[in-house]
């Protein structure tokens, strides 16, 4: 059973720029959640898709964006990049109305906005 | 956003000691989750908790779902090495897209 894949692991981009995230879902899981975590912060919630819709959003900007593809996989899209867009995004897949706590985390991608 | 009162913020303890820490809401949750976060990791699910005043175990971790369903509490006995890292509590929503409203977290450091 493979867990969550999240690419590129790091990311450096300069302010004004567009940045895209991907992440794989878990085998056997439908749903993928995103969230930022800023340094020294716990995870904040941004959106969720579910059969290739959003299905949820957090308190983000509509410059935050997302995909989900047929196979379940997930990018989220940022564009206009502001520094404060610098941080830890994770990426969670799930089985939708599968156990509560189902929820399993990717590595996340580490961005940098200069 | 909002994000769930955790305390201590960080905490440094010797090998063998042990540990509490708590996190509370303004909101009730009917789910509490408590995650631990190694660094360039994402956050690992030690414990899920259901049903308030609900104390459960996961080897030398209890976590129990304070019966205002606005409070959880976390304890790890006889601390090790490998305890060292960041905890998160999380509340879930009961409904929808379930998603996760996380805590400030508690970072653990162990002295030698």
């Known amino acids: 059973e493979t867990g969550v894949t999240q690419s590129p692991t790091h990311l450096i981009k300069t302010r004004g720029q567009q940045v895209t995230l991907r992440c794989s879902s878990q085998?056997?899981?439908?749903?993928v959640s995103w969230y930022q975590q800023a340094l020294g912060q716990g995870p904040q919630f941004i959106f969720q898709y579910y059969r290739e819709e959003e299905n949820g959003r957090g308190n983000f900007p509509p410059r935050f964006s997302g995909l989900q593809f047929p196979n379940y996989s997930s990018e989220l899209n940022v564009n206009a990049l502001e520094l404060d867009d610098s941080a830890l995004y994770l990426c969670?897949?799930?089985?939708?109305?599968?156990?509560?706590?189902?929820?399993?985390f990717g590595s996340g991608t580490r961005l940098t906005v200069v | 956003g909002q994000q769930l009162n955790q305390s201590p913020q960080s905490m440094f303890i010797q090998e063998g000691e042990d540990v509490s820490m708590n996190c509370t809401s303004s909101?009730?949750?009917?789910?509490w989750l408590w995650y631990k976060q190694d660094p360039g990791e994402g956050p690992v699910l030690l414990i899920a908790l259901y049903k308030a005043g609900e104390l459960t175990s996961n080897g030398r971790l209890t976590a129990q779902f304070g019966i205002t369903r606005k409070d959880s509490f976390l304890n790890i006995s006889a601390s090790i090495p490998s305890d060292v890292g960041i905890y998160f509590c999380a509340g879930q929503d009961p409904f929808g897209n379930e998603k996760l409203t996380f805590g400030t977290g508690t970072r653990l450091t162990i002295i030698p």
């Open positions: 085998s056997g899981h439908n749903t």
């Open positions: 909101s009730i949750f009917n789910t």
């Open positions: 969670a897949s799930s089985l939708y109305g599968g156990p509560r706590h189902g929820y399993t």
